[in-house]
């Protein structure tokens, strides 16, 4: 089994900065890309950031300038570090990760269980 659990959500005021942590564990033979994606109240889920195993990056728009994605192969975690944080960011954020098992030979997506960011004052 392969679970990703994600961390580091919370309240934050607008300007302020949090940092998210989605870390994979299980039944783990090699990892691709990785992502988070947010899904606010009414709103489809959205890309926000995605990473390739060498480490190029892709950003939203709305979020370039801001938001950081980086990772640790090692490890098997994804951070996203969000800097500046608007109201408009408040959303639910999951991390996502393309997986191969152990004695598997195809690559399956998974997906965290989404932890709440909320901007506000």
């Known amino acids: 089994q392969v679970q990703l659990v994600e961390s580091g959500g919370g309240l934050v005021q607008p300007g302020g900065s949090l940092r998210l942590s989605c870390a994979a564990s299980?039944?783990?033979?090699?990892?691709?890309?990785m992502g988070w994606y947010r899904q606010a109240p009414g709103k489809q889920r959205e890309l926000v950031a995605a990473?390739?195993?060498?480490?190029?990056?892709n950003y939203a728009d709305a979020v370039k300038g801001r938001f950081t994605i980086s990772r640790d192969n090692a490890k098997n975690t994804v951070y996203l570090q969000m800097n500046s944080l608007k109201p408009e960011d408040t959303a639910i954020y999951y991390c996502?990760?393309?997986?191969?098992?152990?004695?598997?030979?195809?690559?399956?997506?998974?997906w965290g269980q989404g932890t709440q960011v909320t901007v506000s004052s």
């Open positions: 990473i390739t195993r060498d480490g190029s990056t």
């Open positions: 299980g039944s783990i033979f090699s990892m691709n890309d």
């Open positions: 996502n990760a393309r997986i191969l098992k152990r004695g598997s030979v195809k690559w399956n997506d998974y």
